[in-house]
């Protein structure tokens, strides 16, 4: 059984700050991909950012030069360090991580977080 859970969401004033952690547990997989993508009130889930085994980042668009993703591979922790926050980077966070088990590739998400950019 693979589990993420999510952390560090909150309430946060437009120009702020916040950082979400997911944790990832469980067993007998190896971890390719970790990422964070977002769904707001009446839209799609969108992916936000990713970073693979290598290191290697992509972002959206909307978040280049705001949000920085990272991983720290020991505890198996990937990170979201998103700044100059604006409201309509209002959604729940979800985490997720591609994962190979018995040589398939599966995809797992967390239970998401809750991210308010408001005054």
């Known amino acids: 059984q693979v589990q993420l859970v999510e952390s560090g969401g909150g309430l946060v004033q437009p120009g702020g700050s916040l950082r979400l952690s997911c944790v990832v547990s469980g067993s007998d997989f190896s971890i390719v991909t970790m990422g964070w993508h977002r769904e707001a009130p009446g839209k799609a889930r969108e992916l936000v950012a990713r970073?693979?085994?290598?290191?290697?980042?992509n972002y959206a668009d909307s978040v280049k030069d705001r949000f920085t993703i990272s991983r720290d591979n020991a505890k198996d922790t990937v990170y979201l360090q998103m700044n100059m926050l604006k409201p309509e980077d209002t959604a729940v966070y979800y985490c997720?991580?591609?994962?190979?088990?018995?040589?398939?590739?599966?995809?797992?998400w967390g239970q998401g977080t809750q991210v308010t950019v408001s005054s």
């Open positions: 970073i693979i085994s290598s290191g290697s980042t």
């Open positions: 997720n991580i591609d994962a190979k088990r018995s040589g398939y590739t599966f995809r797992y």
